[in-house]
């Protein structure tokens, strides 16, 4: 009997260890995965914290778009400027964003732009966030209990486009990873 359970925990702990070890796979949707160095800030930082990175975003102009049955919409601009490359984004895809713990459905940005090297480009328009009402009462109880200065927010972008380096455009997406703090809208 303790055979069986010490193995059957051997079991689950490699299970657990190889689903933290995972990676990405080489291609999404077609596109190949370049891991590229972007640093990701909001719009009260002053500057970019990273000098050798690929591309900085800085996160402009939160704004309340909407309040509904289906949730709240706000939409986030952005400045992009890329320092290494050109290229065309085709779209952008969200994945497991969470504000302060509490998850956000951000809609996939459809709107194609250029960007060229050592020039900083706005988004054509805001990508738009909408939180449910499940998780607006989660957040709300979050927020009575524990109110925070700063919300922390967490995700995965998917930069989906075209990217030239030497002259050759090449088809890739960009994983960019986003941890970072904002100031509390509710204040």
Request: proline share 4%; no cysteine; charged share 25%.
């Amino acid at each position: 009997m303790k055979i069986a359970a010490i193995s059957s925990s051997l079991f689950v702990l490699m299970l657990v260890q190889s689903a933290f070890a995972q990676t990405l796979p080489s291609k999404i949707r077609g596109y190949k995965v370049y891991d590229a160095k972007v640093v990701v800030t909001n719009k009260t930082d002053t500057g970019y914290k990273e000098t050798d990175a690929d591309a900085a975003v800085k996160l402009t102009n939160f704004n309340l778009a909407g309040v509904g049955l289906s949730g709240v919409i706000v939409e986030v601009g952005a400045d992009i400027l890329s320092s290494s490359k050109a290229g065309d984004v085709e779209f952008m895809t969200f994945h497991d964003f969470r504000v302060n713990g509490v998850a956000i459905n951000v809609e996939e940005y459809k709107q194609p732009f250029s960007f060229k090297k050592a020039e900083s480009v706005s988004l054509p328009q805001p990508a738009r966030i909408t939180i449910k009402p499940t998780s607006l009462a989660k957040g709300a109880a979050k927020e009575l209990t524990d109110p925070k200065k700063d919300w922390i927010v967490t995700g995965t972008v998917f930069v989906f486009g075209k990217f030239k380096k030497f002259g050759f455009s090449f088809k890739r997406v960009v994983p960019v990873k986003i941890d970072i703090k904002i100031k509390n809208l509710l204040q």
